[in-house]
């Protein structure tokens, strides 16, 4: 079984910077996409970004480029890493992860989310 694991959250000041990183253990033949999602109170998850294995990139919009993914794919590891954080910022983030496991099959798993709180 995979587990995905998110740290490196936590409370970060208006402006500041952070980095989130996702650790995916368990018996894993190929990592096709790791992706950020994150959810504010009261509004739905969203993606923030995602990276395939090809080394494709796909940032949410509303970032305005403030945000980088990327992997250490030795280590079954990806990283976001999100500049000038703002109030809005604020919101429990989440590590999914596409994988090819056992039997040629094909998976998504979720990590539990991680707090990330931009004070003032």
């Known amino acids: 079984q995979v587990h995905v694991v998110e740290s490196g959250g936590g409370l970060v000041q208006t402006g500041g910077s952070l980095i989130l990183s996702c650790t995916a253990s368990?018996?894993?033949?190929?990592?096709?996409?790791m992706a950020w999602y994150r959810q504010a109170p009261g509004k739905q998850r969203e993606l923030v970004a995602s990276?395939?294995?090809?080394?494709?990139?796909k940032y949410a919009d509303s970032l305005n480029g403030r945000c980088t993914i990327s992997r250490d794919n030795t280590e079954d590891t990806g990283f976001l890493q999100v500049n000038s954080l703002k109030a809005e910022d604020t919101a429990i983030y989440f590590c999914?992860?596409?994988?090819?496991?056992?039997?040629?099959?094909?998976?998504?798993?979720w990590g539990q989310g991680i707090q990330v709180t931009v004070t003032s």
């Open positions: 999914n992860v596409d994988y090819l496991g056992h039997w040629g099959q094909r998976h998504v798993v």
């Open positions: 368990g018996t894993i033949f190929n990592i096709y996409t």
């Open positions: 990276l395939t294995n090809e080394g494709s990139r």
